[in-house]
């Protein structure tokens, strides 16, 4: 009996033939994994796949990945059953966070220091990810500084919004 496993994205499923300008034909959506799965199946391969959560597995990340199964003869592909959940429940824990596992005490590198500078793309991927997972921060903003004044609703003003009027001087 042999089998096999394979992880990968689980965008896999939905790949398919490129038009003329590299883009996904939306018609054919997961043609090219189907056929995939057809060909193994072809060399006598039982198939099942799975998109799985590593977090649900003891992990600290939430990574979602696909797995591809593939076994010949007749026993039976098993999944593993999840032994953690969002909150601990009957038979399983809590999810771990990265929180657990990273060494807080090992000082990271900035990557504005670096000897050999990141490379552009590299950086537009990181600016990407950055504006994906957070909010308003990123945008660029104005601190005003008169008068020592401290209401952050007048302090800190985005630049896409009409100037403030001066804030007047309590003090005066």
Request: glycine fraction near 6%; charged fraction near 30%.
């Amino acid at each position: 009996m042999s089998s096999f496993l394979v992880e990968n994205v689980p965008e896999f499923v939905n790949w398919g033939p490129l038009d003329e300008n590299d883009m996904p034909v939306r018609e054919k959506k997961g043609t090219t994994f189907r056929f995939w799965l057809y060909a193994l199946r072809r060399h006598g391969y039982n198939i099942d796949y799975r998109v799985l959560n590593s977090a649900d597995y003891g992990d600290a990340t939430s990574r979602k990945k696909l797995f591809v199964f593939g076994r010949r003869g007749d026993t039976p592909i098993v999944w593993p059953i999840p032994t953690h959940r969002r909150e601990a429940g009957e038979g399983t824990r809590k999810r771990r966070g990265a929180r657990e596992i990273i060494d807080w005490s090992i000082h990271g590198q900035s990557i504005f220091d670096r000897k050999k500078p990141i490379s552009p793309n590299t950086m537009k991927r990181i600016i990407a990810e950055l504006r994906k997972f957070s909010g308003p921060e990123l945008d660029p903003f104005i601190v005003l500084l008169e008068h020592g004044h401290l209401n952050s609703r007048y302090r800190i003003h985005s630049i896409d919004l009409p100037p403030l009027p001066p804030v007047s001087n309590p003090y005066r």
